[in-house]
């Protein structure tokens, strides 16, 4: 099994900051893709960043420039470096761990971010 652990969501005005982490535990691997989607009510979640075993980062269009995504390998953890937030940010954020070996996605629990204008 894997537990995916995330923290450091919110409530931030626009333009601020927030960093969000995910900490995997259990059947994993230091290498294994992991990445953040976005949920708002509603609606189907939505690729936000991914970064791949070898530190490969893929963006949405709406955050290229503004978020980075990055991985501590040692800490098997994940983080989402959130910058010049804005409302339309504001979402549950969703942090996933792909076992490809398993064909199989863990997800995280949700984080709320909320980006007030």
């Known amino acids: 099994q894997v537990q995916l652990v995330e923290s450091g969501g919110g409530l931030v005005q626009a333009g601020g900051s927030l960093r969000l982490s995910c900490a995997a535990s259990?059947?994993?691997?230091?290498?294994?893709?992991m990445g953040w989607y976005c949920q708002t009510a509603g609606k189907q979640r939505e690729l936000v960043a991914a970064?791949?075993?070898?530190?490969?980062?893929n963006y949405a269009d709406s955050v290229k420039g503004r978020f980075t995504i990055s991985r501590d390998n040692a800490k098997n953890t994940v983080y989402l470096q959130m910058n010049s937030l804005k409302p339309e940010d504001t979402c549950v954020y969703y942090c996933?761990?792909?076992?490809?070996?398993?064909?199989?996605?863990?997800w995280g629990q949700g984080t709320q971010v909320t980006v007030s204008s």
């Open positions: 996933y761990l792909d076992r490809i070996d398993w064909n199989r996605r863990y």
């Open positions: 259990g059947s994993i691997f230091s290498f294994n893709p």
């Open positions: 970064i791949s075993s070898g530190g490969r980062t």
